[in-house]
């Protein structure tokens, strides 16, 4: 009973602070909300937030193509294709201890690099592209790990299948990486979470701009929502702290989509999951599904070259 009651505290410890974080924002936005804010664009330090909301989503796919392409390859060598030290121990430390020590980074620490190495010593100024690049190296990370621990989780009879049925490594890593899709696609989503609500690295690598994005990578100053929110709520004209409140609503709300959106693609993926059991009739059928897909993906790759 004690047990079960601390857990329960826990989880109200979680629970809490993000419930009133979400009240908060929800009862200063609330009241004065007026939907043309999502399709008028700032006029100095009045209108709506179009600009910055087009500059945020922008940013968000810019994150995914970089974040995505390297996180997902880094996870997958560490995972698979890492040699394995002579002890017997996995590869690759290196690699994965560089990645920890980048997430360990303080964001600003990383805007600032990225504000003198591209911004000043490219001579790129205040850009999409140097954005985007300083965002993806804060959560690539996130995207490696992610994609390291859903394919350690696959059941090894994936590999060994695939070996006798003398498919190819390239052909294996298809069937592993359709098993492990759930973990990555989730990785990939939080990493757009995290980046979406940065406004440090941005501060010192896009800058801002009250005109809409601009379709240049360089010399082009971006606009997006966590500057309105870092910027307006200190103004005096109530008009402009309704903008900031605006703003951190639209954030929240984007926020909350990707989390559902999460949820939706790891429920439509889970089919490809393996059973995660480790005994009796569990051990059995994962062994038959793993034997099936590598079964199914030999026979569509014969013939080819």
Not at 2 to 22: E, I, K
Not at 96 to 101: Q, T
């Amino acid at each position: 009973m004690l047990f079960r009651a601390a857990t329960l505290l826990s989880l109200v410890l979680v629970l809490s602070p993000a419930a009133w974080l979400l009240a908060g924002v929800v009862a200063k936005a609330a009241p004065n909300w007026q939907w043309n804010v999502l399709w008028t664009n700032l006029k100095g330090q009045e209108g709506g937030l179009l600009g910055p909301i087009i500059g945020t989503f922008i940013l968000m796919a810019g994150v995914l193509v970089i974040a995505g392409s390297v996180g997902v390859l880094a996870g997958i060598h560490l995972a698979e294709l890492a040699r394995p030290r002579r002890d017997g121990s996995a590869g690759g430390t290196g690699l994965r201890m560089a990645a920890d020590v980048l997430s360990g980074f303080p964001s600003i620490v990383l805007g600032y690099v990225g504000y003198v190495a591209l911004v000043v010593g490219l001579h790129w100024g205040f850009s999409l592209l140097a954005a985007v690049i300083v965002l993806s190296l804060l959560v690539v990370p996130y995207v490696a790990k992610a994609t390291e621990t859903s394919l350690g989780r696959v059941a090894t009879g994936y590999r060994e299948g695939g070996q006798a049925l003398g498919m190819s490594r390239i052909q294996v890593l298809g069937i592993l990486l359709k098993a492990a899709a759930p973990g990555i696609t989730t990785g990939l989503i939080i990493a757009l979470a995290i980046s979406v609500g940065e406004t440090a690295p941005l501060l010192y690598t896009a800058g801002f701009s009250n005109s809409y994005p601009s379709a240049q990578l360089l010399h082009a100053p971006v606009p997006y929502l966590t500057y309105a929110t870092w910027t307006f709520w200190e103004e005096p004209a109530q008009s402009v702290k309704q903008l900031a409140y605006d703003s951190s609503l639209i954030l929240v709300v984007i926020v909350l989509l990707l989390i559902l959106a999460a949820r939706v693609v790891v429920r439509l993926s889970q089919r490809y999951a393996p059973d995660t059991g480790t005994v009796g009739r569990r051990r059995g059928r994962r062994g038959r599904a793993a034997s099936g897909d590598l079964t199914t993906a030999a026979s569509d790759t014969q013939g080819r070259p």
